[in-house]
């Protein structure tokens, strides 16, 4: 006897078929797609079938339906932060349901955060240069929470400052990710002015637009991460 193979709904099959449209281009941003009548006729499904594979559509954000006489679906425009944010949320069940750690996330941060580093350095401008040092924080007068998000905001603005949209967006979902407890509580006892100091110097190359000694500062600022976190093997709270 001979395995049947399950047929996915028919408002997914529908769905999946515009959503190809809108990722390939052929509808573009702000495009109206046909009416809902329309669309029964040209898929031959019923109405209920269409406003569901919509309404599939919308909640990934890629459509969005307006009512009224000038009312319709129409392809949304990118949104860099909902598109970090769906990143995040698949990063976050990642890291909590598989054998993913920190050495993992580290590498990562690596191999994104040192080449930025350097073009960071050759296209960063005076506004740059002033997100960057509105991120910086105080070792000694800030709380735990102030210096996460003080961190998270100075990798951000340091990948925003490559001017290549890419690396900001990919690098946000690293610091937009649910994380637990365990490598914050066991971190030497002068990490964050270790941090601090790694984080300045990064600025100092920058303002200097010197991308060789940029590359170098972080990689040294992720080497020293991986020696003052190599005894704790857990799913990680980023910390730096």
Request: aromatic share 6%.
């Amino acid at each position: 006897m001979t395995g049947s193979t399950v047929r996915p709904p028919a408002y997914q099959v529908l769905a999946d078929e515009l959503r190809a449209d809108i990722t390939s281009g052929r509808l573009q941003p702000g495009e109206r797609l046909p009416p809902e009548p329309e669309l029964c006729i040209k898929t031959g499904v019923s109405r209920s079938t269409v406003r569901e594979a919509l309404r599939l559509l919308a909640s990934q954000h890629l459509i969005i339906t307006t009512r009224g006489v000038t009312g319709g679906s129409f392809v949304s425009h990118p949104d860099a932060e909902q598109l970090a944010a769906g990143l995040a949320t698949g990063f976050t069940l990642l890291t909590n349901s598989t054998g993913v750690g920190l050495a993992d996330l580290l590498e990562l941060r690596r191999a994104l955060e040192v080449p930025a580093a350097g073009l960071a350095a050759l296209r960063r401008d005076d506004g740059h240069l002033f997100e960057i040092r509105g991120a910086l924080f105080d070792p000694v007068l800030d709380d735990l929470d102030t210096m996460l998000a003080a961190h998270a905001a100075f990798h951000m603005a340091v990948a925003k400052a490559t001017v290549n949209p890419l690396f900001e967006l990919v690098v946000r979902p690293l610091y937009y990710a649910s994380y637990g407890e365990q490598v914050t509580a066991n971190l030497p006892e002068n990490y964050w002015q270790h941090i601090d100091t790694d984080h300045q110097q990064l600025l100092e190359c920058l303002v200097s637009r010197d991308a060789e000694a940029a590359r170098r500062a972080a990689t040294e600022h992720l080497d020293y991460i991986v020696r003052a976190t190599q005894p704790v093997d857990v799913t990680p709270r980023y910390a730096g």
